[in-house]
């Protein structure tokens, strides 16, 4: 085990919390994550109910953002109970966990840049949307979302397996990323995966947004809406891309204020893994009038009007 896991993991023993502060922060993470999911939950429901939807590139990329969101949700709701109720759990429990997280995280500001970009298709280019953005195409692009994220999660259970002894996942362990996989070779791997990310991300962002802001100027109010739609896009990549200064930051947090380490994961944890997460409903369930349309009878649990399902 590297010696940054090392020390993570003993701050983390050292300094546990108390049994109130404990119950407090378990019902706040699963009153906000499970109301979260109850929002996306609705909001795939409303998407599958409706045939409308389906043959839209924009809503199948939102269905899948969506989808990714509530796993993601799922997983870290799962870890942070289980990090207060079990606390240490085997090594085999915890990668798969772990995994899934790698994944989901890396999956959503790809996501959310190939919705910037079929955006910018929709503005700049009308007459084409529909010749470009085709649902196969959209399908074979979420394909190769999930490939670039599976072989970016995947080595580093490989690369572990290889360098660890035989009994390396029987051990029990804090359920962190750097401690199930404590291999410096991995943490210079994510690093070098974020950059990359940070960098081709925020290049579509900022281009999708600049062509649409000088479209947005002389056009029509689709354009400015389309404008407005980027920028929320640009919000939620800035909160979901906090994730890669987390090391960086939980690190200074340690030698800052080693005897509220808990409470600055804590905060972490809300603001990176939480909070990103209730951007979405907002963008498409509360802006977005089609979607709106439907999605309201379901979130106050009514049925749809006569001749709107399919």
């Known amino acids: 085990m590297s010696e940054a896991a090392l020390v993570n993991a003993s701050v983390v023993v050292q300094y546990r919390d108390s049994l109130g502060k404990a119950v407090v922060k378990n019902v706040i993470v699963m009153a906000i994550g499970l109301t979260i999911n ?169 281009f999708t947004y600049f062509q649409i802001l000088f479209t947005a100027q002389t056009a029509s109010k689709d354009a400015k809406k389309a404008r407005k739609t980027i920028v929320l896009h640009g919000v939620q990549v800035l909160l979901c891309m906090t994730t890669y200064a987390v090391p960086l930051v939980k690190d200074a947090l340690l030698r800052a204020f080693p005897e509220s380490y808990s409470d600055s994961l804590f905060a972490c944890y809300v603001i990176v893994q939480v909070w990103p997460r209730s951007v979405s409903p907002i963008i498409y369930g509360v802006r977005d009038k089609c979607f709106r349309k439907y999605l309201k009878h379901y979130l106050v649990c009514r049925t749809a009007p006569h001749g709107d399902m399919s």
């Open 38 to 206: 109850y929002i996306n939950v609705s909001l795939m429901y409303t998407f599958c109910r409706h045939q409308i939807f389906y043959s839209n590139p924009r809503y199948i990329l939102f269905f899948t953002l969506v989808l990714n969101d509530m796993i993601q949700m799922s997983v870290g709701i799962t870890l942070f109970v289980i990090s207060y109720v079990l606390y240490r759990i085997t090594v085999l429990s915890c990668a798969p966990f772990i995994l899934m997280a790698i994944i989901t995280t890396e999956n959503t500001p790809l996501i959310l840049a190939c919705m910037a970009g079929e955006c910018y298709v929709a503005v700049r280019m009308p007459l084409h949307h529909a010749r470009i953005c085709t649902v196969p195409r959209t399908l074979l692009l979420i394909a190769a979302i999930l490939t670039a994220s599976f072989i970016s999660a995947f080595p580093d259970l490989f690369v572990t397996l290889a360098i660890e002894p035989a009994d390396y996942f029987s051990r029990k362990i804090f359920c962190l990323r750097e401690t199930a996989f404590p291999s410096p070779l991995l943490i210079q791997k994510r690093d070098i995966t974020y950059i990359v990310y940070l960098v081709l991300v925020w290049s579509v962002i900022f």
